[in-house]
């Protein structure tokens, strides 16, 4: 993997597409997602500049977190249980996958007890899948007030999967669908919500053309996923401890 090389590929296709929809490059922000990879590759991308990483597993996300540079942040962007709320608020500057009042409330909870604010996205499942997470857009509608009136949680904006295909236009329409549903709830709350994140390795310059200001990229920086986690030492949550040094 050249991870300079397909930065370089990546920041040319992104400005690409910026300048076919007439937006500018800095109004994309490129985040990297680095689950199943271990922390010397988060490393790597931190010396290439990346230093937004995304994470979808609280637990891996925690033992990795914790062996990596400081200076990172690191977004939550796979489904959160209520269970890991409070590890989510410790390890996450931002969870992206909001997707029920309950787990909102007890994301408020946490964010209280620590007394800090959560910045917020809630996500979307546009095309109705049954095997992804997400808010139906109607159902996120009827609960966006009780969402935003979340003291210790600030709603920045949407957040979808598109089903994949091998055909990035034919998931043009859910991009455009998350737009139109990010401005219906800007019109309810009267208020402004930044951020639209959507766009992935397969899809990422037509979410682009439709709006996308933050995209998550894994594939086309890191090359493939080996396995679906980052092994941490078996049987147990923590990473294997290294060895004594001079041992
Ligand atoms: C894995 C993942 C990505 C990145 O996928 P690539 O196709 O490797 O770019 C983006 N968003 C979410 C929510 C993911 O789980």
């Known amino acids: 993997?050249?991870?300079?090389?397909?930065?370089?590929?990546?920041?040319?296709?992104?400005?690409?597409?910026?300048?076919?929809?007439?937006?500018?490059?800095?109004?994309?922000?490129?985040?990297?997602?680095?689950?199943?990879?271990?922390?010397?590759t988060v490393r790597e991308a931190a010396a290439a500049g990346l230093m937004l990483l995304g994470e979808n597993r609280?637990?891996?996300?925690?033992?990795?977190?914790?062996?990596?540079?400081?200076?990172?942040?690191?977004?939550?962007?796979?489904?959160?249980?209520?269970?890991?709320c409070r590890d989510a608020l410790r390890c996450f500057e931002m969870v992206q996958s909001v997707d029920s009042l309950p787990l909102a409330h007890e994301l408020n909870k946490w964010a209280d007890h620590a007394a800090r604010t959560l910045p917020i996205l809630l996500e979307a499942n546009i095309a109705g899948e049954s095997s992804k997470f997400g808010y139906a857009p109607g159902r996120l509608l009827d609960e966006l007030e009780a969402l935003n009136a979340l003291p210790r949680l600030e709603l920045q904006g949407l957040m979808?999967?598109?089903?994949?295909?091998?055909?990035?236009?034919?998931?043009?329409?859910?991009?455009?669908?998350?737009?139109?549903?990010?401005?219906?709830?800007?019109?309810?709350?009267?208020?402004?919500?930044?951020?639209?994140?959507?766009?992935?390795?397969?899809?990422?310059?037509?979410?682009?053309?439709?709006?996308?200001?933050?995209?998550?990229l894994g594939t086309v920086l890191f090359g493939e996923r080996r396995g679906k986690t980052w092994k941490t030492a078996p049987g147990g949550d923590a990473p294997a401890p290294r060895p004594p040094a001079g041992g």
């Open 58 to 84: 609280v637990q891996e996300a925690k033992a990795k977190i914790a062996l990596c540079p400081a200076s990172l942040r690191w977004h939550l962007i796979g489904h959160l249980q209520s269970n890991k």
């Open 160 to 216: 979808t999967l598109a089903p994949w295909t091998p055909d990035p236009e034919k998931v043009r329409p859910v991009f455009r669908r998350l737009r139109e549903l990010r401005q219906q709830c800007e019109d309810r709350l009267g208020a402004p919500l930044p951020v639209l994140s959507m766009g992935m390795s397969s899809d990422f310059e037509v979410a682009i053309e439709e709006g996308a200001t933050l995209v998550r």
């Open 1 to 40: 993997m050249d991870l300079n090389a397909n930065l370089t590929t990546v920041r040319t296709r992104i400005a690409a597409a910026c300048s076919r929809a007439g937006r500018d490059p800095a109004s994309v922000t490129l985040m990297a997602v680095t689950k199943s990879h271990p922390p010397e």
